[in-house]
Every structure is written in C-alpha cells, then in structure tokens.
C-alpha cells in the first residue's frame, strides 16, 4: 500500500492516507511540497493513515522545520498512537504535539 497526501473536502485540512513508511516518506514529502505550497497554514491530518514507523517520525520532524523556515503555521491531528509513541521513545513527542 502506498501514501496519498490530498486536501480534505473542506480544503481546511491536509489529509494523509496510507502508510507512512520508510517505503513510502520520500512520496509522501513530494506530494506534501506540491499540496502546501500555497496554504498559509498547514494543518495535517493523520486519522486515515494505516500503518507508520520511525521514518514517519522523521517526516514529520522535517515537515516542521520546512514550516519553520517558510515563516508558517504547522500542527498535527489525530497522529497515530503508534506515531506517538516512537516519538515519545526518541523524546520529541512536543514537537509533533505543540503549535507553531
């Protein structure tokens, strides 16, 4: 199974759905540079991701610093507990929960 990074209906939100995986985060960052380049604020769903690993977590540390740089808003929702949990075990959980 592969990523698909799209809008939500609403265009409000950034919907991740798939795996987040080593196999797949290379994908995944191309598709999340096309689909935020224009938005002032990115706010990324995770609610239909299936299945993730440590590289998910590195994604998303990066997708951070991207929004840092770029003078933008990012926050994650609804991260997955196994997401949240290699993040806690790398001792960077504040960075995926906090806003900014």
Do not use: H
Not at 20 to 38: D, G, I, N, Y
Not at 74 to 88: E, G, V
């Amino acid at each position: 199974m592969g990523v698909e990074i799209s809008f939500d209906s609403t265009k409000q939100y950034i919907q991740v759905k798939g795996e987040l995986t080593s196999a797949t985060v290379m994908s995944a960052l191309k598709q999340f540079t096309r689909e935020c380049k224009a938005l002032p604020r990115w706010v990324i769903d995770f609610t239909q991701v299936t299945r993730v690993d440590s590289c998910a977590l590195a994604l998303l540390i990066e997708l951070k610093r991207n929004a840092v740089q770029k003078n933008k808003n990012i926050s994650f929702i609804y991260l997955p507990d196994a997401l949240l949990s290699i993040a806690k075990l790398s001792q960077v959980e504040l960075l995926l929960t906090e806003k900014g």
